[in-house]
């Protein structure tokens, strides 16, 4: 075993967390909400859509498909009725109701970071040393999911929830599984 040997397994080990570290935070789903305090949630018994299509179109990367936003009305119905809330077909009867945004935005990340050291050798003037920097420019997708809910008698927003997520490959092929977690986390601080 050479004298570089430790050093170079401490080094492949961080290079190793590092990478995992990058991979995790590219699959979180950010989320969170905000409300109205004076609100008093407690009181709500029922809800229903804002519309027969409570999905507003916000600016979007990407076209968003009918199949995802079907898959999103049922996860938020199925969600609020966890909670508690009655769903009903019936929106002035309804107690508040529910409409959501979906947005895709092209992002341009832009990285500059130092090249290896380099030295002066061979027939150079001394102390000649230079330094160079790398630059890698990615590209990637950012979609958010905002979940609003108005007060059905005063007709003002009384809720809103986000979810902010990368948009992979595998997000693009089967949005199930981003869609339910993002929703879940949407309604994991809703005040009930």
Not at 56 to 77: G, H, N, R, W, Y
């Amino acid at each position: 075993m050479t004298s570089l040997e430790p050093c170079r397994r401490f080094i492949g080990f961080f290079v190793l967390l590092l990478l995992i570290s990058m991979l995790t935070a590219c699959a979180t789903i950010k989320t969170g909400s905000h409300f109205d305090e004076t609100t008093n949630f407690a009181a709500y018994k029922s809800f229903s859509w804002i519309d027969d299509e409570p999905y507003v179109s916000a600016p979007t990367a990407i076209p968003v498909d009918a199949l995802s936003k079907s898959m999103i009305k049922a996860e938020i119905q199925t969600q609020l009725e966890q909670l508690g809330y009655a769903f009903t077909d019936s929106r002035d009867s309804a107690d508040f109701v529910v409409a959501y945004t979906i947005g895709t935005r092209d992002e341009i990340r832009v990285d500059s970071y130092p090249s290896s050291y380099r030295g002066h050798w061979g027939w150079h003037v001394p102390y000649s040393y230079y330094y160079s920097r790398d630059i890698s420019v990615h590209t990637y997708t950012t979609g958010t999911l905002g979940v609003d809910i108005f007060d059905n008698k005063s007709g003002k927003p009384v809720w809103h929830g986000w979810a902010e997520k990368t948009v992979t490959d595998s997000d693009r092929s089967d949005p199930g599984p981003a869609i339910k977690a993002g929703v879940g986390g949407i309604f994991e601080s809703f005040p009930y």
